[in-house]
């Protein structure tokens, strides 16, 4: 039996030296949701505008959310070398996110409930404040959304600048589409607020609010399924399994390998590690070999080859 490691993990494989630039947008992005967030609920309060209001505590889980990611980035910069992390910290942006997902769905619930109690107990709005506070959320996320995307060109910059292969930063993402949501409940918000003041549908802003949480429901159970496959390791069916397989499939001509294990999952943005175990009659399948052919998908950072050669007298006949 032989053993192989097809790459020696390093912990510099783990913290993108391009997450700085993201770091520092999140941040700023973070203070920015904050501040609109308490402007928006306050005003949603004050000039009695659900759709106000509901995108203003639907801003307090952006704010949360991306707070929780701008905590990823700090976390996994400061434990990036700490050896207890076996494949590294990227999976704390990854439970971020997963937190953030479950907070949103509670905001929603609270969004739905608000909503639907002023259908029932109508309240007087002052149309022309609310809607200037609400453009004002709107102009901040449209901002807010541009620093973002700025923090990620900044990232593409600094890791092709020490020669990192860059994949989409997962926890920028989430940050950025936040905002986005953010954006289209404002909409929302000045759509039902221009619709009572100019038709008299005052009905339009609670019902507007339902549909925010709604909205937000499906992004949130999204983001929900995606970070828990990677924190419950169940990625068997990514390409990457398949281009294993098929890169043993090619060097077997004689069809006399087999694979008896295969453990794929992933630690990293778009890094996997791979335990990959082998039965077989080919003396010229080795460790050796198997590596220069799987060295191809920069995608797996970590793999452990374990050959079974069907001449091993320690081998139990039925294992070939």
């Not at 967030?37 to 209001?53: D, R, Y």
């Not at 996110?97 to 109690?117: C, N, Q």
């Not at 399924?225 to 890169?247: A, Y």
Request: proline share 2%.
């Amino acid at each position: 039996m032989h053993t192989h490691d097809l790459t020696p993990w390093t912990h510099s494989h783990v913290f993108d030296p391009g997450s700085h630039a993201a770091e520092r947008g999140t941040k700023t992005v973070m203070w920015i949701t904050a501040a609109m967030m308490i402007v928006e609920i306050w005003a949603g309060w004050w000039f009695n505008s659900m759709a106000l209001l509901a995108d203003g505590l639907h801003m307090s889980s952006h704010a949360f959310a991306i707070g929780l990611s701008a905590f990823a980035y700090v976390a996994a910069r400061r434990y990036a070398r700490d050896s207890r992390f076996a494949f590294g910290t990227w999976k704390i942006e990854v439970l971020a996110g997963y937190t953030s997902a479950l907070f949103l769905l509670g905001v929603a619930a609270m969004m739905a409930a608000a909503s639907v109690g002023r259908i029932f107990v109508p309240r007087e709005i002052q149309f022309p404040e609310a809607i200037g506070v609400a453009i004002f959320g709107l102009v901040v996320n449209v901002a807010c959304a541009f620093i973002l995307g700025h923090a990620g060109e900044h990232h593409d910059h600094e890791a092709e600048a020490q020669g990192v292969h860059h994949h989409h930063d997962l926890n920028l993402r989430s940050a950025y589409l936040h905002v986005i949501a953010d954006a289209a409940t404002s909409v929302l918000a000045i759509v039902a607020l221009v619709g009572g003041m100019f038709f008299g549908w005052n009905w339009l802003d609670p019902v507007m609010g339902i549909v925010g949480a709604i909205l937000v429901t499906r992004w949130a159970w999204g983001l929900l399924r995606g970070t828990s496959r990677v924190l419950l390791d169940s990625e068997m069916d990514h390409p990457v399994t398949s281009e294993i397989k098929e890169v043993i499939a090619s060097l077997d001509k004689a069809k006399a390998t087999r694979i008896a294990d295969l453990h794929v999952w992933r630690v990293g943005k778009a890094r996997y590690a791979c335990i990959l175990s082998l039965v077989t009659h080919d003396r010229d399948m080795t460790p050796t070999r198997i590596k220069a052919s799987l060295s191809q998908h920069d995608e797996l950072a970590h793999v452990t080859v374990e050959i079974h050669q069907c001449g091993d007298a320690r081998l139990h006949p039925s294992t070939c």
